[in-house]
């Protein structure tokens, strides 16, 4: 019987980040992020119209992150970027089926970065 | 549409359909290749279209049709103003109006996705360009545009012109912009 691997464990991921979120106008796409904020504030901005952004290096935390916050202002639809008509900076994003509210719960992955 | 199919856009909705993201990232990685060819068929107006404004999640105020022009009234996401396609139609328009489940369909028309092509194809010699004049085919390039809406149609058009105009707009007047939003949940806060 063999024994129990115990090799180094990998380092655990920082948890996401909820951040205020705004658009460049630049026809690039681009997100640029802002302060950070609990979930709560995130919830109460998107209702509001606003955008937000949760970054990290986990895609798949983001994503359902940015999922239930985005929840929190009625039934979303997923988008993810085609570059050619996002602008090449775009981030996928959550928003709401039907406006309002207005604006986008952004969320990084591997290849689409924040501001 | 050929790249990004309602079927894929559909199955992006369940977020736990990893396969569905890496189909995606796939399917815009093609796209982006094929766009490198199609560029250069492209009108000049159209090209800049294209650098200059993500049509994603633009307003679609209306798509109409005068004889060969079909044009459509956009309001890009981050702009006040409007833009108004013309396409000069070599044929009908193609409409799918049940391109998406109506699960997945929206009252409020958005621009989700688009893919541009071209195709050469017989016609008269008023079509021809000077690239189809020097190849000597007597074949003309048309280009093709699918359009995929938020209230479910996809849009297929041919066209071998195509024209970009920026009205002044007065009516609709537009609601509060972000920066107005940001204002009033500061204040609320």
């Known amino acids: 019987m063999t024994a129990a691997r115990t090799g180094p464990t990998a380092p655990a991921s920082a948890p996401p980040e909820i951040r205020e979120a705004t658009r460049a106008t630049d026809g690039s796409g681009g997100v640029v992020k802002g302060a950070l904020l609990t979930q709560a504030r995130a919830e109460a901005r998107r209702q509001a119209g606003l955008d937000i952004v949760i970054c990290g290096e986990e895609a798949v935390a983001n994503r359902l992150l940015a999922a239930d916050i985005e929840s929190a202002a009625g039934p979303w639809t997923h988008h993810y970027p085609n570059l050619a008509t996002t602008g090449p900076r775009a981030l996928p994003h959550f928003q709401q089926r039907r406006k309002p509210p207005a604006g986008h719960s952004f969320y990084e992955t591997a290849n689409h970065k924040a501001l | 549409m050929k790249y990004f199919t309602p079927k894929l856009f559909v199955r992006l909705q369940d977020v736990h359909d990893e396969a569905a993201i890496h189909d995606w990232e796939r399917a815009a990685r093609k796209y982006a290749s ?8 492209l009108p000049t107006s159209l090209r800049q279209v294209l650098k200059e404004w993500p049509l994603h999640d633009a307003d679609v105020l209306s798509m109409t049709r005068l004889k060969d022009t079909l044009s459509i ?4 996401e981050l702009s006040g103003e409007l ?6 139609l070599i044929e009908a328009p193609t409409f799918n109006r049940a ?6 369909c929206t009252e409020q028309v958005l621009w989700l996705y688009d893919e541009l092509g071209f195709e050469l194809v017989s ?9 189809d004049r020097e190849r000597g085919d007597g074949r003309a390039t048309v280009c093709t545009h699918r359009i995929l809406l938020s209230n479910g149609w996809e849009v297929a058009l041919k066209f071998r012109k195509f024209k970009l105009s920026r009205p002044e707009t007065f009516i609709p007047s537009f609601g509060p912009t972000a920066g107005d939003r940001e204002e009033m949940l500061t204040r609320s806060a």
């Open chain 2, 99 to 104: 391109a998406l489940p109506r699960e997945h």
């Open chain 2, 34 to 41: 094929s766009l490198t060819d199609v560029l250069p068929h």
């Open chain 2, 73 to 76: 009234t956009l309001r890009p």
């Open chain 2, 123 to 131: 016609g008269p010699p008023s079509w021809l360009t000077a690239a």
């Open chain 2, 83 to 88: 833009l108004v396609l013309s396409y000069t």
